[in-house]
């Protein structure tokens, strides 16, 4: 099992940036897939974006494409998201997430399904103010 704690939440203005971090413990970090989701209230939850296990590979939701980074230090056991030009719809709890079944492939086009993976951090909230 893995235990994922996320951080790095707030309230910003729109147009501000802020940068989530998800520490990971339990197995190894370096060999799974990680991602990250938000949950509006009201909404389901929603896939933001993901990064392979060396880092070498990012997929993002187009909702946030040219706008959020993701990235990790395997040295650290650490994934995070890097979220710039916030805007009031980005509001939501962010959840970071493992795939620790290795079910994900982080590829253009693929799917990333919430039960493909294994191990989901507390969430951290994230609200822009208009």
């Known amino acids: 099992q893995v235990q994922l704690v996320e951080s790095g939440g707030g309230l910003v203005q729109a147009g501000g940036s802020l940068r989530l971090s998800c520490a990971a413990s339990g197995r190894s970090f370096s060999t799974f897939a990680m991602g990250w989701f938000r949950q509006a209230p009201g909404q389901e939850r929603e896939f933001v974006a993901a990064?392979?296990?060396?880092?070498?590979?990012?997929v993002y939701a187009d909702a946030v494409k040219g706008r959020f980074t993701i990235s990790r230090d395997n040295a650290k056991n650490t994934v995070y998201l890097q979220m710039n030009s916030l805007k009031p719809e980005d509001t939501a709890v962010y959840y970071c997430?493992?795939?620790?079944?290795?079910?994900?492939?982080?590829?253009?086009?693929?799917?990333?399904?919430?039960?493909?993976?294994?191990?989901w951090g507390q969430g951290t909230q994230v609200t822009v103010s208009s």
């Open positions: 997430a493992a795939d620790i079944w290795q079910r994900v492939e982080v590829v253009a086009g693929g799917a990333f399904e919430r039960a493909d993976f294994g191990s």
């Open positions: 990064i392979s296990e060396s880092g070498g590979s990012t």
